[in-house]
RNA sequence: GGCGCGGUAGCCAAGUGGCAAGGCAGGGGUCUGCAAAACCCUUAUCGGCGGUUCGAUUCCGCCCCGCGCCUCCA
């Protein structure tokens, strides 16, 4: 089975076919770094990350190109607000953002930015003035004139046939000529950046640079271009407009979208105080696996109601898949295979990559990883796991985790991260008991614990529990669990 | 107003024209020196009212509620 996919185009789900076999070029739209990104953010990052992912272990080769935004109204006002150069204020806030991306598992795409493209971005303009698609104002600002693209609409399924009939042709008037023609080019104003170009000074308008930049890396043409729900209008369908009247070919084949998400039932502001930047979030204590499992539990489409207890029950159900692979790892069975076993792995394999053929839909491949779990611990409990039953387990786990990304507890670094980041910027105050608890473990090396570990061995061994659970619960209040089992001892850190 | 999405157990949610996945929480057990983990049992008249159908949570209509986009917010 292959791929489906819903395409924002057709307002279908269509089975998905890159223009070359083994390959995917696709393109999303990643950030303006003005400020720190919220949660709202990373779940659309987070959905095209799992795409990403799952057309890699679908066995394309995948080219995946992200804009950096480092120029727009936002950044002018806020750089200049803190007396600093566009270039300063911007590189804070990029190298924020892919320190986040790379916290909750995004793997990291090929970046482009804005800022590094202008002159190709002038030259786009001029093409497109060239051909008659876009004027000059007399300001020296540059509009895209849409009554030249009858499609114009396309994508977010709206008519402008109306205004089409009442556009004007003249090209020196200082407006624009038509209410919805959008700015390719927006000339120089007192203090603000600007650039010096073959069409004249200014800086690019939003849409440019990613008609300039994906056809740069991707071709005139590729397969799918990604990013929020709220890019379909204008963000998208302006690029459209001025990519196929530049070239006069398709632009990208498949338009992926994901959904906004709510916030404790609300759309999320800063006015309700449900704004939560993923450093707010770890800040307050919630790991990074939790939150890339919450955001990936509901699939892409949907709308996701973020909340903190919902934050909870991700982490226990991380931790589940968690103590499993930990059992399979660590504990001892007797030597053989079983049949139920092997067919089980694999049919939770099949499950798994038929749930994510089905437009993602990574609630179900969550449902068929569990249910795999709770019939191998059954198994497990009962003797029925065998020597040879572990690699096919832990490969479907892999499988999942290809995916998901929440198996290797590297958490407890990354919070610190985070922690140690609070401090420099001044922000101790918003560290939280819960962050300081979840840090408790990292204190310890892997060594030490290990050692402690084999002190309580051989106590057990003497049968000398009171010692045994002396260092038990040393152990225990440095935030690490020992567990003792009949396939053995291990421990983690809670 | 235009276009679109959704309302499923205490919570997060999947799904189908024919006995309603999964996770979390709760209750009851089993296992266990203790602790943890794990397992078993247990919790749903699928927003309301009509209609189509042998049969609808699933299709259609109306209503109620929530949400999104409508020029730069992922």
């Known amino acids: 089975m292959a791929l489906r996919l819903f395409n924002t185009m057709s307002s279908q789900v269509e089975e998905f076919r890159p223009l070359r076999d083994h390959e995917v070029r696709m393109y999303a739209c990643g950030p303006t770094v003005y400020d720190y990104g919220h949660v709202g ?20 080769k995948v080219r995946h190109v ?12 806020n750089s200049s607000r803190e007396g600093v150069s566009v270039q300063q204020y911007t590189a804070k806030y990029e190298k924020a953002f892919l320190e986040d991306a790379a916290m909750i598992g995004i793997e990291e795409p090929t970046l482009v930015r804005a800022t590094e493209h202008i002159p190709e971005m002038a030259d786009f303009v001029a093409k497109l003035v060239e051909k008659g698609f876009a004027y000059r104002t007399d300001d020296g600002s ?9 499609q114009y609409g396309k994508l977010s399924k709206r008519d402008f046939s109306g205004m089409l009939d009442g556009a004007r042709v003249d090209i020196d008037e200082y407006d624009k000529d038509s209410a919805r023609d959008f700015a390719l080019w927006k000339a120089p104003k007192p203090g603000e950046a600007s650039w010096d170009t073959a069409i004249g000074p200014g800086r690019p308008g939003w849409h440019l640079e990613c008609s300039v930049m994906s056809m740069r890396e991707l071709g005139e043409t590729f397969d799918l271009h990604a990013g929020g729900e709220d890019l379909v209008f204008p963000h998208h369908e302006n690029e459209i407009a001025q990519s196929e009247s530049f070239t006069g070919k398709p632009f990208a084949h498949f338009w992926f979208h994901a959904r906004f998400l709510l916030v404790e039932g609300e759309k999320m502001s800063k006015s309700l105080g449900n704004f939560f ?21 509901v699939p892409y489409r949907h709308q996701l ?3 903190f207890d919902g934050l909870k ?10 103590n499993f692979r930990l059992r399979l790892v660590a504990g001892s069975f007797p030597s053989g295979a079983s049949d139920e076993t ?18 993602l839909n990574t609630a179900q491949a969550q449902a068929a990883i569990f249910e795999m779990v709770r019939q191998a611990n059954a198994a497990a409990d009962a003797r029925g796991i065998k020597q040879d039953d572990v690699a096919p387990l832990l490969e479907a786990l892999t499988k999942f985790d290809e995916i998901f990304a ?7 670094p990354k919070m610190k991260r985070v922690l140690q980041w609070a401090i420099a910027e001044g922000r101790e105050k918003e560290i939280s008991p819960e962050l300081r608890d979840a840090l408790q473990s990292d204190q310890r090396s892997d060594s030490d614990i290990e050692k402690k570990v084999e002190e309580m061995k051989a106590a057990r061994t003497a049968r000398d529990f009171k010692t045994s659970d002396a260092i038990r619960g040393e152990l225990a209040d440095a935030g690490i669990l020992v567990e003792i089992t009949k396939d053995g001892i291990r421990w983690r850190r809670k």
Do not use: C, W
Request: aromatic share 10%; proline share 2%; no cysteine.
């Open 41 to 60: 953010n990373f779940r659309t990052f987070v959905a095209v990350d799992i795409l990403r992912r799952f057309l890699r272990q679908s066995g394309y």
């Open 66 to 77: 992200m804009n950096i935004t480092d120029v727009d109204d936002k950044i002018i006002r």
């Open 142 to 150: 540059y509009y895209f004139r849409i009554a030249k693209f009858p």
């Open 277 to 297: 930047t993923l450093r707010d979030l770890i800040l307050k204590g919630h790991k990074p696996s939790s939150i890339r499992y919450l955001l990936a539990s």
């Open 305 to 307: 109601n973020f909340t």
């Open 313 to 322: 029950q991700a982490a226990v159900s991380v931790e589940r898949l968690r």
């Open 342 to 359: 092997r067919s089980l792995a694999a049919d939770t394999i099949a499950r798994i990559k038929a749930a994510l053929d089905d437009d």
């Open 406 to 412: 929440v198996l290797d507890d590297d958490d407890a």
